[in-house]
């Protein structure tokens, strides 16, 4: 092996030898990291991806569960565009669902961070308590609760009779008024999104508002002229993330209408009656063209947000 000796009397592999050696220690790394990394890569091959490429197949299928699949071709997916009606009332619930509660719920959320950001005592009190309801809206047990409230002898019924406004009925057995339940419990789960508004309000410089407030600016001008827009990276970020979870709620619906989607299916979430085609009616194959139309919807939703991100959302350059 070739060495070269330096002043001190040290020696070490140079040329090829050294390139090998590198190489060797370069292998030796890559497997320790790819050791660490095989209980992910073992997760999203047998818990993402494989379910994902078995649900595609089986759109594609007759799969009831009791036999084996037969292939249909694209019939479930001509089924669900032009044979059935549930699925456009889903179709027409979810939309509602989303287009009306994740505004509300920001808006909420938005302006619960700026009062906080005024140096509220016990902050960390305030914003425990605000939070609360986000690790709860989603649980059976909410759910329940919520049911109760809004049934016709709940607490809201009593509560408007006590007020002098006479209701007939609960809100979860009126079509016109069941989905304005669900809709009361997303924005009440608002903890989350006012925890991130509220970190990014902590990062706007002190010296900008100031300065706009030096100029005469009034409080709504610095807010809609320089806190907002410095804001809406997180308003983004923020609104990604509660459409998603907008279009794939369903442990409300199911335990508010008792897994009907009713009355007269204004509660019918798409995930809802996904989950009556599949587990119900085990009609497998038509429940996985449901699955992977919710996908590319929640895909397209995402990427025209991303596209359109570029004429409202203003980062530091």
Known sequence: MAVVTGAAGAAGPTGAAARDLAAARGRRRSRVAYLFLAPWILGVLGLTLGPMLASLYLSFTDYRLSGAPSWVGLANYQRMFTDDPRYWSSVWVTAKYVLLSVPLQLAFALAIAVFLDRGVRGLAIYRSV??????????????????????????????????????????????????????????????????????????????????????????????????????????????????????????????????????????????????????????????????????VVIGAFTALNFAASRYWVHYGD
């Open 130 to 295: 605000y939070y609360l309801p986000s690790l709860l809206g989603s649980s059976v047990a909410v759910a329940v609760l919520w049911r109760r409230l809004f049934s016709s002898d709940g607490l809201v019924v009593d509560v408007a009779g006590w007020v002098g406004i006479q209701m007939s009925g609960g809100w979860i057995s009126d079509p016109e008024r069941a989905l304005d339940t669900l809709l009361v419990l997303n924005v009440w789960t608002f903890g989350s999104p006012m925890v991130i508004f509220l970190a990014g309000l902590r990062q706007i410089p002190d010296e900008l508002v100031e300065a706009a407030k030096v100029d005469g600016a009034g409080a709504v001008q610095r807010f809609f002229r320089v806190v907002f827009p410095l804001l809406t990276p997180v308003v983004f970020f923020n609104l990604i993330l509660q459409m998603i979870g907008a279009f794939q709620a369903f442990t409300p619906a199911y335990i508010v209408s008792a897994g009907t989607g009713g009355p007269a299916d204004s509660t019918l979430f798409y995930t809802l009656y996904l989950f009556q085609s599949g587990f119900q009616a085990f009609d497998m194959g038509y429940a996985s063209a449901m699955a992977w139309g919710l996908f």
